[in-house]
């Protein structure tokens, strides 16, 4: 038998040298880059991403919710032309999916809010920048994202609030979302327990880690300090960028009352993030927004708090059907995504994901969790017999088993 023959006979493929690709092509699933990504990191940065509150009951919940649905498909209907293409107040997407705002991201990989904006924008996807980005809102158009959003986060400094609001429309950011569910820190207790720093600090236990993980610490300490890159150094503190300080700016005292006064500075598309029941959904109409997006923060806020998924049926017939509906908080497959629209949301955003890949292998990471979760969608949706994102959402209930 010659070599070749052996070759054919064992269907040998030819290594693969570069390790990102190698990394990624072991990655079938968002668990999969989970893995990789806790491999990789301290485990103070990873746990910050992965954790939530207290005892991370809603955590759980929220994985769960989509988990326990089980589908009725319909059949024979054509499957050949599906699209999962779809509309943000004018502009076109290539999927019902969104990249949510998540803060420090340049602590997860150095290449942080730029990598994770170009790999958005390559796959037509919105992505929304946290007011404590560690990029800044006039930096992060070097990605060249034509559909990038803005999150405010109301701090106790007014001024400093409404400067943001005016930045992110002079830099032409399509959406502002006011974050609304973090009038005070959620209780991390990973993050407690595991002593977390902004940026990680050399301690005794962190000299370890870089010897466990140096291709990390010898990718950050290259890199420029982490800071928040929208609001600068926060008065009374030193600059010191910890999370205990940050949190001491979020406001306890806000109200409606700042929502309606920032819906008179924003003239684009306003929608408000957090927690949001029926009663409120139809208050926040009343106060001018465009849009709700439903969230508990990932978890990571109030425990044991409803999740989003559950509640998106009763909000959408508080508002409407032309009401923006979004909704977040334990999307992990294509197929969650479907479930959350058919339910009667307009569209899925992810958090936790795309930084599982980012932190797993930076830019190409990112793509490759956005590929995974579009190529999901499209199949669920070619297996459920809707050939679009409309039909996806009128078909609605009947697309799942009675009583899942
Ligand atoms: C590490 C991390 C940082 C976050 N930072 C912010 C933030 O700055 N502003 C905000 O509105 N939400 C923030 N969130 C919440 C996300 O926008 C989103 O609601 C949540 O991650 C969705 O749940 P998922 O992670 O299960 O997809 C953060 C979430 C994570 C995991």
Not at 127 to 151: K, M, N, R
């Amino acid at each position: 038998m010659k070599l070749r023959d052996v070759r054919e006979l064992l269907r040998l493929r030819p290594l693969e040298l570069n390790r990102t690709r190698r990394l990624l092509a072991a990655c079938h699933d968002v668990e999969d880059l989970r893995r990789a990504a806790r491999r990789r990191l301290p485990r103070p940065v990873f746990d910050y991403v992965d954790g939530g509150a207290d005892q991370e009951c809603s955590l759980a919940d929220n994985l769960q919710a989509f988990a326990r649905r089980r589908y009725l498909p319909r059949i024979l209907r054509g499957a050949a032309d599906t699209t999962t293409t779809t509309q943000w107040f004018g502009r076109s997407a290539a999927a019902p999916i969104i990249l949510g705002p998540t803060g420090y991201t340049r602590m997860m990989h150095r290449d942080g809010e730029l990598a994770v904006a170009r790999a958005a924008g390559r796959h037509r996807l919105p992505y929304v920048l946290s007011t404590v980005s560690t990029t800044s809102i006039e930096d992060l158009l070097a990605s060249g994202h034509p559909d990038l959003w803005f999150q405010l986060y109301i701090w106790r400094n007014r001024r400093l609030t409404f400067g943001l609001v005016e930045r992110a429309a002079a830099a032409g950011y399509q959406v502002l979302e006011i974050t609304v569910d973090t009038v005070v820190p959620g209780n991390r207790v990973r993050d407690a327990r595991n002593g977390l720093a902004i940026p990680p600090q050399l301690s005794l236990r962190t000299l370890l880690d870089i010897a466990l993980r140096p291709a990390y610490w010898i990718q950050m300490l290259g890199s420029p300090a982490i800071t928040l890159a929208n609001t600068g150094e926060i008065p009374g503190t030193d600059g010191d960028l910890t999370v205990q300080n940050l949190a001491s700016q979020f406001d306890p005292g806000i109200t409606w009352t700042d929502v309606e006064k920032i819906r008179g500075l924003w003239r684009g598309p306003l929608l408000l993030k957090g927690v949001i029941g029926p009663e409120d959904a139809r208050r926040a109409l009343d106060a001018g927004v465009d849009g709700l997006h439903l969230s508990n923060h990932g978890g990571r806020q109030l425990d044991r708090v409803v999740t989003p998924l559950d509640t998106v049926a009763a909000v959408r017939g508080a508002v409407g059907e032309q009401c923006c509906l979004l909704v977040d908080s334990g999307i992990r497959h294509g197929s969650d995504v479907a479930a959350a629209i058919a339910l009667g949301a307009d569209g899925a955003v992810v958090g936790r994901p795309y930084l599982y890949g980012l932190m797993a292998a930076g830019e190409p990471g990112v793509e490759h969790v956005l590929g995974l979760l579009q190529a999901q969608l499209l199949r669920t949706m070619q297996l459920l017999g809707v050939a679009s994102v409309q039909e996806l959402r009128q078909a609605g209930a009947t697309l799942f088993w009675a009583g899942s």
